[in-house]
């Protein structure tokens, strides 16, 4: 509560200095404002990111999630432009609700607790020095990911006394996020989601094939034990043929049995 206070408080103090400037903040349900993706990989894995957190947490209402969105979090940076939306993002106790754009001074001064870039030959250097710095620094984003689709290059970092340092992977090379109390990694050449017992996160898709597979395992133990048990039926009525072949009723064995 302390924190929010204090967020609420330097949020105001930086409206009342922007208006002592003279600055016209933008209207409200600004547009995201962004460039066209490098590449179909860059906008798949955007795309499955974002599916993959909403089906897992189809259950919470109490963040966004989003990617290749504008940030805007300054009315300066507003006029110049000088920066734009990381490619996935997500805000946590935040209500859940579609956003044309990210706007810091109408969401109670949050920023993303999580970021993810994927980097491209035109962006690699940025997404690595100034937006590493800014998500540093003003930010304070606690945690930072950058993961390249062509390459696989992938590296992350927490946030620790206001200084981002390097995440140790796992054996499995994946990377822990405390925000998400998941971790991100590689499989089939996509940046993916598992959890702390280090199972993959499926996608809705994944879900229901892996629960056709149940079904058809099921169908086909079902099937087998009725084979079995037509099977032991035929023996059965064999057996009992044969008895009355031999002069025996079959009913009086088995009560004498």
């Not at 754009?101 to 969401?107: A, I, K, M, R, T």
């Amino acid at each position: 509560m302390l924190l929010e206070t204090e967020s609420e408080g330097a949020e105001q103090a930086f409206l009342e200095q922007a208006t002592a400037d003279g600055v016209v903040f933008p209207p409200s349900h600004l547009e995201s404002d962004e460039p066209p993706l490098e590449s179909d990989l860059h906008r798949d894995q955007i795309d499955l990111l974002i599916r993959l957190l909403r089906w897992f947490w189809r259950d919470r209402q109490d963040y966004y999630v989003s990617g290749n969105t504008t940030i805007y979090y300054s009315p300066y940076q507003r006029k110049t432009h000088n920066f734009r939306g990381p490619d996935f993002f997500v805000v946590l106790g935040v209500a859940n609700h579609p956003r044309r754009s990210w706007v810091v001074w109408e969401e109670n001064g949050k920023y993303p607790h999580v970021i993810v870039e994927l980097l491209s030959n035109s962006t690699a250097t940025i997404d690595r020095g100034l937006k590493k710095e800014l998500y540093q620094e003003t930010f304070r984003t606690p945690d930072y990911f950058w993961f390249h689709p062509e390459t696989l290059e992938f590296q992350g970092f927490h946030l620790v006394a206001g200084h981002y340092e390097s995440l140790e992977p796992n054996e499995q090379g994946w990377l822990w996020s405390e925000q998400l109390g998941l971790y991100l990694g590689i499989h089939d050449r996509q940046l993916r989601f598992f959890t702390p017992e280090r199972s993959l996160i499926p996608t809705p898709e994944e879900t229901a094939e892996v629960e056709q597979q149940r079904v058809g395992v099921e169908r086909q133990r079902a099937d087998a034990a009725n084979q079995r048990a037509e099977a032991e039926r035929q023996r059965s009525e064999q057996l009992a043929t044969k008895l009355r072949e031999l002069g025996i009723d079959p009913d009086e064995l088995h009560s004498a049995g």
